[in-house]
């Protein structure tokens, strides 16, 4: 009962090969999850430029509509029309509505905008980590086939010897 030297090195580079795949799936998969992560911290931080400029674009837009309120309130003060009841006040007021809701789209739009990049970036994450499981399976499944390959060529390697019967005191 013996194997020959040539199915042990056969068998031994199958595993080797095998677990050099392994590792480079796994670095592979690892390098995946680390670009994904990376690439959700600068989703991130576009989601939080676009609060910052939201805010101080919100404070200007404010301001903005403030001087136009008081301009209409001076030009109907020039014409001598009391500001507080009939037309005036329908038209201010009405100005002020469309202010607010001016404002408040505003303030929507770019909630959303920051939203789909945080939401990007989640996607982005997700898919870093199912790649790297991804290649963490395959790499399993690389080992896993390489061994079974070591132990094929090793027990094709293996020959039988046949068992010898001497006969000793046999007359014929």
């Keep these: ?43 991130d931080n576009r989601a939080k430029a676009i609060d910052i400029a ?16 008081g301009a209409t309130k001076v030009a109907f003060a020039k014409t001598g029309a009391q500001i507080s009841s009939g037309s005036p006040l329908i038209t201010q007021l009405d100005q002020f509505s469309d202010m607010v809701f001016d404002l408040n789209n505003f303030k929507r739009t770019q ?17 870093g980590k199912m790649a790297n499981q991804q290649a963490r399976a395959q790499a399993r499944a690389t080992m896993m086939s390489s061994v079974l390959t ?19 005191g046999n007359p014929n």
């Design 111 to 127: 909630t959303i905008k920051a939203s789909e990049q945080t939401q990007a970036g989640e996607m982005t994450l997700y898919q």
């Design 150 to 168: 070591g132990i094929g060529q090793l027990a094709g390697g293996y020959t039988p010897t046949a068992p010898t019967f001497e006969n000793k």
């Design 54 to 69: 939201s805010s101080s674009e919100q404070r200007r837009i404010a301001k903005s509509q403030r001087k136009q309120a």
């Design 1 to 43: 009962m013996t194997i020959g030297i040539g199915a042990i090195v056969s068998a031994g580079a199958s595993i080797l090969g095998g677990a050099i795949q392994s590792r480079a799936q796994r670095a592979a998969g690892k390098a995946k999850l680390e670009e994904a992560k990376y690439n959700k911290k600068v989703y």
